[in-house]
C-alpha cells in the first residue's frame, strides 16, 4: 500500500515562507496525481493545490494562487509545495494526497499524516 510522508510545517511570522515535501517509498510518486490539503481547526478541510501525474499540469485554490507553487523533483521521488507570502489565514494541518487524476478529496485514495503550518507573529 502507498504510505505518503508529508513534512516541513512549522512556525513562521506573517509574510515567511515554508516548503512542504510529500514523499514515498517503494511506490513512485510520478504514477500519481498529488493534492495538498488543509485544515483548520473548527473548519472544512480545503484542497490547496494538485499537480497531475499526466502532463505536470497544477492547479490551485483562489486563496492561494500567486503565492503557492506545486512541484515534482521525480529523481527524489517527493512532491513539494512552496508557499510565498504567508498569512495567518494560512494556519492549518496540512496533508498531501495521492489519487489517479486531481479532483474532489473523495478522490484520494492515500494520505500523509500531516504537518502543521502555523502563521503568527
Known amino acids: 500500500q502507498l504510505q505518503l510522508v508529508d513534512s516541513g510545517g512549522g512556525l513562521v511570522q506573517p509574510g515567511g515562507s515554508l516548503r512542504l515535501s510529500c514523499s514515498a517509498s517503494r511506490f513512485t510518486l510520478d504514477y500519481y496525481a498529488i493534492g495538498w490539503f488543509r485544515q483548520a481547526p473548527g473548519k472544512e478541510r480545503e484542497g490547496v493545490s494538485c499537480i497531475s501525474s499526466s502532463d505536470g499540469s497544477a492547479n490551485y485554490a483562489d486563496s492561494v494562487k500567486g503565492r503557492f507553487t506545486i512541484s515534482r523533483d521525480n529523481a527524489k521521488n517527493t512532491v513539494y509545495l512552496q508557499m510565498n507570502s504567508l498569512k495567518p489565514e494560512d494556519t492549518a494541518v496540512y496533508h498531501c494526497?495521492?489519487?489517479?487524476?486531481?479532483?474532489?478529496?473523495?478522490?484520494?485514495?492515500?494520505w500523509g499524516q500531516g504537518t502543521q503550518v502555523t502563521v503568527s507573529s
Open positions: 494526497a495521492a489519487a489517479s487524476f486531481c479532483g474532489s478529496p473523495y478522490e484520494y485514495d492515500y
